[in-house]
């Protein structure tokens, strides 16, 4: 049985926040990491971890509403109807990059969140983003021969990418951003 976290107590709170954030990480990083790995990376027991989350696919349940509450959020800081479409583009990117687990789960091992209410969901969560292109084809700002679909994907490809360059190759916050930006440049018009 889940427990609403509105009337968790700070305690609660603390340590089902600090389960999901090692589920990101650890996942992030082995998807078939077990739930001991994932307790050990919050700190806290293994039966903890089973009183907040009684079996894996609860904690996969919890993952992604919880991945899809964070993209909403960091779409929504973007302001993706403000300014040109371009501009807007690489605000979401900026405030996207910082989701690296989150996107590393979501688009780099779709299998692992894999139900259909999360894929429903994270098409409302997203169709800012769908808009803003449609947009930025309009205005011109944004390559009219590739399918919506196709630069929507390409995007949060493109962030992942810059995520792990980042996180695995060495690439500093500065360096990954850029070469995001540079290939989002790609398909918008100066």
Request: charged share 25%; hydrophobic share 40%.
């Amino acid at each position: 049985m889940s427990i609403d976290s509105a009337t968790e107590s700070g305690t609660r709170a603390r340590t089902r926040r600090a389960i999901l954030d090692a589920a990101f990480q650890t996942l992030g990083r082995n998807s078939g990491a077990s739930l001991g790995e994932i307790a050990a990376e919050a700190e806290v027991g293994r039966s903890t971890l089973h009183r907040y989350y009684p079996e894996r696919a609860d904690l996969l349940v919890a993952l992604g509403q919880d991945a899809l509450d964070k993209l909403g959020a960091a779409l929504d800081r973007a302001r993706p109807v403000d300014g040109p479409a371009d501009a807007a583009l690489r605000r979401m990117s900026h405030e996207c990059f910082d989701l690296g687990p989150v996107l590393t789960l979501v688009f780099g091992d779709p299998h692992s969140l894999a139900n259909q209410e999360f894929w429903d969901r994270l098409g409302t969560i997203d169709a800012p983003l769908i808009t803003l292109i449609e947009r930025g084809q309009q205005e011109g700002s944004i390559g009219c021969a590739l399918q919506v679909r196709w630069i929507r994907r390409m995007l949060w490809w493109t962030l992942l990418t810059g995520w792990e360059s980042f996180e695995h190759e060495g690439y500093s916050r500065t360096e990954a951003l850029e070469a995001i930006d540079m290939t989002i440049s790609g398909i918008t018009r100066d």
